[in-house]
């Protein structure tokens, strides 16, 4: 099956910084969702993103289909950032989702 | 616009006993998909289903078992339980729609614990 793997595992930030999160592919896709999860474990939506790019406030992302991969930005970070970041890809008709491992992000005072 | 909903929150099981969890999808799908989180880890497949029946399934034994009603709410029965079955368990909904969008969203999850 197709494997999903995102980096980096963990990631420490101060209030205000920009970063980004990678996630990469083994084959081609026609779902890519990007999500975070809560301490209480609700996954929240935050892109539906199988090509293109996106913004949603300070939040944006980009799939590059072609090679695989697709990037979470995440600028002026804030406290309630703090969670697991999700990259899931579906293919075929089923749109059954593979999850990667995840991105633990702390935002710290 | 009524999101996913699951029931119950928090559940607490004995080896060896069934157990019963229900979804209602988000108004207007009519796909769901279950999903076991173990402590740590992302989220895996259970099955899917649509029409009532069984759509996909992942790497899961038989003991998961699913069912899926005319108003396209889902239950997920787990029989024989064992200590490894503890877990969040995560409902999932879409629309069968796929010119459109193959976006999914997620309920808030039912926390499973086996003792």
């Known amino acids: 099956g197709i494997q999903v793997e995102q980096s980096p595992p963990d990631l420490i930030l101060q209030e205000g910084a920009n970063s980004t999160l990678r996630c990469n592919f083994s084959d081609s896709v026609n779902n890519l969702q990007w999500f975070h999860q809560n301490p209480w474990g609700q996954l929240i939506n935050l892109f539906y993103?199988?090509?293109g790019t996106k913004q949603n406030g300070r939040l944006s992302a980009t799939t590059v289909a072609t090679e695989r991969y697709s990037l979470l930005y995440i600028s002026s970070s804030q406290t309630t950032d703090s969670g697991v970041y999700f990259c899931a890809v579906g293919t075929g008709t089923a749109s059954k989702l593979t999850f990667g491992t995840g991105t633990r992000l702390q935002v710290t005072l | 616009d009524a999101g996913v909903t699951q029931s119950p929150t928090h559940l607490i099981k004995t080896r060896g006993q069934q157990v019963t969890l229900r979804c209602s999808p988000k108004?207007?799908?009519?796909?769901v998909s279950w999903y076991q989180q173990a402590l740590g880890q992302g989220p895996q497949f259970i099955f899917q289903y649509y029409e009532e029946e069984e759509r996909q399934r992942g790497n899961f034994p038989d003991r998961f078992s699913g069912h899926q009603f005319p108003n396209y709410s889902s239950e997920l029965n787990v029989n024989a339980l064992l200590l490894g079955d503890s877990a969040l368990y995560l409902c999932?909904?879409?629309?069968?729609?796929?010119?459109?969008?193959?976006?999914?969203?997620f309920g808030p999850g039912t926390r499973l614990t086996v003792t």
């Open positions: 993103i199988p090509s």
């Open positions: 999932a909904s879409s629309l069968n729609r796929p010119i459109f969008t193959y976006e999914q969203y």
């Open positions: 108004s207007g799908h009519d796909t």
